[in-house]
């Protein structure tokens, strides 16, 4: 076996070493042929079943969902394969192109695909171009049904771990690392700001992407060692390679083992600036994590996917629960609920017939405008966190606003919902605190409005950047302008750090780069003291924290916040940590 090396772009850190898994594309290869005018109806039996089959295997990944262990962003996905699914235009008109050609059904399949394909690559707007990949997604799924393929991944080697090798991955695949614990994937394509990196990055998988050819060089069962932070592969490592790779995966090990004597350690820099390290969740499921990771609290609770992950709405009674359990279990430690918040990634599909086709997601009804224009929806949700919070230390986070009337609006709606429960009887916490979402250049710009109004507030970096650089970083063509250390996002981070400062408001970073450990000095150069970021990132923030003197940053903070280009910015926070 000839051993060689493949170089990507390494989107989740870790070493993994295990057996390949290749991942088929059923459009590959498909045959056409002609069928008799008897067999035409069993030819549109054979694709309704198809068809019949990938739903149960959507719903089968719903139900498996429900742990609460797998990022809740997969739900919206999983809505939205659902959605194309059930769409004629892809379940109904192959048995037309059956009937009227009498061809076979995974030629019919294939040829529709083509045509859907082709129309979406003429839509001007990115992100709705970029859906044809869930489209192909999902008549895949029914294609490999078809041809009799398994349309899930089959469950690794006990012995060893299991690489996944794949062209792509879709969300519906991705999923199944909760059930299987895969050591590693790579795929062809892929950038450091896609979906499926973030959920490698959160579910600690090492992944590597953009190896451009790596599922048509590898072939099944081959070692493979993966870098997720060079962004190599090594196929057929001889021995050498292999150990030297496994003493660096022993390592590895050996440090996350340490940083768990972390846990319990407050999280303090060497010269006394105390910091929160807060949790992003999704679910209540997610809080053994949290608690594990010596959260000091949640920081952002994204109520959303109560809301995606299901058909229809949810009552008031059911969100009170979930709310009520994360309130109960982080035991008097602050947990931050976000409303409802529509995003650009997460669909209506499900949510009880409001369902509407947005030109331009990202700067549509979402978040917060949504939220005030579906008043009896935002009205339960209110009523459902303010009966939690008497079960807890709770408070309410309104996501996207931009502008003073909006906070206005937000606030007449609580307190329209907390003289509902004052006539029912029902018990909340009359004193919760209420803060904003800071992702909105205009916001900062606005920002003594919204300190004069709020309570607390949070930036959404992940949005914050997109609106900033006018960056779709789900648009493998544009994402690799999506860039943190931008000289813009410095001095806008820096800006509504200090100006909350000045008015004595807690200010906190929620997005992508609160768990960035190599950008945690810079942050608290900023003068950030309160981060939340995905339970997986805990420990090693805090012992960047731990082994930091803020005092001895201020120079070369303050050089960065002057600096004009992205290099000379990666540069000075290369010397930041090496401090």
Same mark, same amino acid.
């Given at each position: 076996?000839?051993?060689?090396?493949?170089?990507?772009?390494?989107?989740?850190?870790?070493?993994?070493?295990?057996?390949?898994?290749?991942?088929?594309?059923?459009?590959?290869?498909?045959?056409?042929?002609?069928?008799?005018?008897?067999?035409?109806?069993?030819?549109?039996?054979?694709?309704?079943?198809?068809?019949?089959?990938?739903?149960?295997?959507?719903?089968?990944?719903?139900?498996?969902?429900?742990?609460?262990?797998?990022?809740?962003?997969?739900?919206?996905?999983?809505?939205?394969?659902?959605?194309?699914?059930?769409?004629?235009?892809?379940?109904?008109?192959?048995?037309?192109?059956?009937?009227?050609?009498?061809?076979?059904?995974?030629?019919?399949?294939?040829?529709?695909?083509?045509?859907?394909?082709?129309?979406?690559?003429?839509?001007?707007?990115?992100?709705?171009?970029?859906?044809?990949?869930?489209?192909?997604?999902?008549?895949?799924?029914?294609?490999?049904?078809?041809?009799?393929?398994?349309?899930?991944?089959?469950?690794?080697?006990?012995?060893?771990?299991?690489?996944?090798?794949?062209?792509?991955?879709?969300?519906?695949?991705?999923?199944?690392?909760?059930?299987?614990?895969?050591?590693?994937?790579?795929?062809?394509?892929?950038?450091?700001?896609?979906?499926?990196?973030?959920?490698?990055?959160?579910?600690?998988?090492?992944?590597?992407?953009?190896?451009?050819?790596?599922?048509?060089?590898?072939?099944?069962?081959?070692?493979?060692?993966?870098?997720?932070?060079?962004?190599?592969?090594?196929?057929?490592?001889? &021995?050498?390679? *292999?150990? @030297?790779? $496994? !003493?660096?995966?022993? /390592? =590895?090990?050996?440090?996350?083992?340490?940083?768990?004597?972390?846990?319990?350690?407050?999280?303090?820099?060497?010269?006394?600036?105390?910091?929160?390290?807060?949790?992003?969740?999704?679910?209540?499921?997610?809080?053994?994590?949290?608690?594990?990771?010596?959260?000091?609290?949640?920081?952002?609770?994204?109520?959303?996917?109560?809301?995606?992950?299901?058909?229809?709405?949810?009552?008031?009674?059911?969100?009170?629960?979930?709310?009520?359990?994360?309130?109960?279990?982080?035991?008097?430690?602050?947990?931050?609920?976000?409303?409802?918040?529509?995003?650009?990634?997460?669909?209506?599909?499900?949510?009880?017939?409001?369902?509407?086709?947005?030109?331009?997601?990202?700067?549509?009804?979402?978040?917060? &405008?949504?939220? *005030?224009? @579906?008043? $009896? !929806?935002?009205?339960? /949700? =209110?009523?459902?966190?303010?009966?939690?919070?008497?079960?807890?230390?709770?408070?309410?986070?309104?996501?996207?606003?931009?502008?003073?009337?909006?906070?206005?609006?937000?606030?007449?709606?609580?307190?329209?919902?907390?003289?509902?429960?004052?006539?029912?009887?029902?018990?909340?916490?009359?004193?919760?605190?209420?803060?904003?979402?800071?992702?909105?250049?205009?916001?900062?710009?606005?920002?003594?409005?919204?300190?004069?109004?709020?309570?607390?507030?949070?930036?959404?970096?992940?949005?914050?950047?997109?609106?900033?650089?006018?960056?779709?970083?789900?648009?493998?063509?544009?994402?690799?302008?999506?860039?943190?250390?931008?000289?813009?996002?410095?001095?806008?981070?820096?800006?509504?750090?200090?100006?909350?400062?000045?008015?004595?408001?807690?200010?906190?970073?929620?997005?992508?780069?609160?768990?960035?450990?190599?950008?945690?000095?810079?942050?608290?150069?900023?003068?950030?003291?309160?981060?939340?970021?995905?339970?997986?990132?805990?420990?090693?923030?805090?012992?960047?924290?731990?082994?930091?003197?803020?005092?001895?940053?201020?120079?070369?903070?303050?050089?960065?916040?002057?600096?004009?280009?992205?290099?000379?910015?990666?540069?000075?926070?290369?010397?930041?940590?090496?401090?």
């Amino acid at each position: 076996m000839v051993s060689f090396a493949l170089n990507g772009v390494g989107v989740s850190s870790g070493i993994a070493i295990g057996r390949a898994q290749l991942v088929s594309h059923a459009t590959l290869e498909v045959a056409h042929y002609t069928i008799s005018p008897s067999k035409v109806d069993v030819e549109i039996e054979r694709f309704t079943n198809a068809v019949k089959e990938v739903q149960k295997e959507l719903e089968g990944l719903h139900v498996a969902m429900t742990g609460g262990d797998v990022p809740g962003e997969f739900g919206a996905f999983l809505d939205v394969h659902w959605m194309i699914l059930s769409d004629s235009t892809l379940s109904e008109a192959p048995k037309r192109l059956i009937l009227e050609q009498r061809c076979n059904a995974e030629w019919a399949l294939t040829q529709q695909l083509a045509v859907l394909v082709e129309q979406f690559e003429q839509i001007e707007d990115p992100y709705l171009r970029e859906r044809k990949s869930d489209i192909v997604q999902v008549g895949e799924r029914i294609l490999k049904r078809l041809m009799g393929m398994r349309g899930t991944l089959r469950a690794p080697i006990a012995e060893e771990q299991t690489i996944l090798v794949a062209h792509d991955l879709s969300p519906a695949d991705v999923i199944q690392f909760k059930s299987h614990h895969y050591g590693a994937f790579l795929t062809d394509v892929g950038g450091a700001t896609s979906h499926t990196a973030i959920v490698a990055r959160s579910l600690n998988v090492p992944a590597v992407v953009a190896t451009h050819n790596a599922r048509q060089l590898i072939r099944d069962t081959e070692m493979l060692i993966v870098d997720g932070d060079s962004g190599v592969v090594i196929v057929n490592p001889d &021995r050498a390679v *292999l150990s @030297e790779f $496994r !003493l660096k995966q022993s /390592q =590895l090990d050996l440090e996350r083992q340490k940083l768990k004597r972390l846990r319990s350690k407050r999280a303090e820099t060497i010269d006394g600036e105390h910091v929160e390290l807060y949790a992003n969740i999704e679910l209540p499921g997610d809080l053994a994590q949290t608690l594990e990771n010596g959260a000091t609290g949640v920081g952002l609770f994204r109520s959303e996917f109560l809301f995606l992950n299901r058909k229809g709405l949810p009552s008031e009674d059911e969100q009170f629960e979930a709310y009520r359990a994360v309130a109960q279990g982080m035991h008097g430690r602050p947990v931050t609920i976000r409303t409802f918040d529509l995003g650009a990634d997460k669909h209506l599909e499900g949510l009880g017939g409001l369902s509407r086709v947005a030109p331009n997601p990202a700067l549509g009804l979402r978040a917060v &405008r949504f939220c *005030l224009a @579906e008043p $009896r !929806l935002f009205l339960t /949700q =209110l009523r459902a966190i303010l009966r939690a919070s008497h079960y807890g230390r709770v408070r309410i986070l309104v996501p996207m606003l931009a502008s003073s009337s909006e906070i206005d609006q937000t606030l007449q709606m609580i307190e329209q919902a907390k003289e509902h429960l004052r006539e029912q009887g029902v018990p909340f916490d009359s004193s919760i605190e209420i803060g904003g979402m800071i992702e909105i250049p205009a916001a900062i710009l606005a920002m003594d409005a919204f300190l004069s109004k709020l309570d607390f507030l949070s930036i959404g970096t992940n949005d914050l950047i997109q609106y900033t650089l006018a960056v779709d970083r789900a648009d493998e063509a544009v994402a690799h302008l999506y860039d943190p250390l931008h000289p813009a996002i410095i001095r806008l981070l820096a800006l509504a750090i200090g100006t909350a400062k000045k008015a004595r408001k807690p200010i906190a970073v929620c997005g992508e780069m609160a768990g960035e450990v190599d950008l945690t000095r810079l942050l608290l150069g900023l003068g950030l003291r309160h981060f939340s970021m995905h339970p997986a990132h805990l420990l090693a923030v805090k012992q960047r924290v731990l082994t930091t003197e803020v005092a001895a940053l201020k120079g070369l903070v303050e050089r960065i916040r002057r600096a004009d280009g992205p290099e000379k910015i990666a540069a000075l926070v290369d010397r930041l940590n090496a401090l």
